[in-house]
């Protein structure tokens, strides 16, 4: 029995700890990695640098050139480049605007113009925030995420979207402020 807890003891093995991570960015660059996934007919327009509906600069901007009829999301493959852990928890937080309510769903008298929006992080999604569709102000997300899957892959993107969300051709999406925290356990 010594010799069998004496190798147990000898052969543990000791996990390192990583040291957090932090990516933050007030203007989002064109440099930066994010592109639009699953967009009808990759018909999409990204440009950086803009001016958001409230008159202030430093936006991202994505156009969709087509109504939507699925699932769409902006993504970025490279940020976070290996730093991914099973049990790490990422906090993203970010402004944004959905301009032009009209251009956000259907119109029809049960569309109320909010637009649930979500953050994707290591094979998991965040909470659903709602964001008003045409607001004159931008509606500020945060929240945190723990990763079941070591994905590079973070989205920021609309949640559980239904037919009556869906973004008509011409619907804009503006991000600015981007932070994105790791920490490890």
Request: no cysteine; hydrophobic share 35%; aromatic share 10%.
């Given at each position: ?61 994505l156009t969709l ?90 989205q920021l993107r ?17 991000i600015k402020d ?8």
């Amino acid at each position: 029995m010594l010799g069998l807890g004496n190798s147990l003891t000898q052969n543990s093995v000791k996990r390192e700890i990583r040291e957090d991570f932090t990516y933050t960015e007030e203007v989002i660059g064109s440099g930066d990695g994010w592109e639009a996934y699953s967009v009808l007919n990759d018909n999409y327009t990204l440009l950086y640098n803009q001016t958001a509906p409230d008159s202030t600069d430093g936006w991202m901007k994505l156009t969709l050139n087509e109504t939507q009829t699925d699932f769409w999301t902006l993504q970025n493959l490279t940020l976070l480049n290996g730093r991914v852990e099973v049990g790490s928890t990422a906090t993203i937080s970010y402004k944004i605007f959905l301009d032009t309510a009209a251009l956000w769903g259907d119109d029809s008298e049960n569309d109320d113009d909010v637009i649930l929006w979500q953050n994707f992080y290591g094979g998991e999604v965040g909470a659903n925030t709602p964001v008003t569709a045409g607001s004159a102000t931008h509606t500020s997300i945060s929240n945190s995420i723990s990763a079941t899957l070591t994905t590079n892959t973070i989205q920021l993107r609309q949640g559980l979207y239904q037919a009556k969300d869906l973004p008509l051709a011409g619907a804009e999406v503006y991000i600015k402020d981007l932070s994105i925290s790791i920490t490890y356990t």
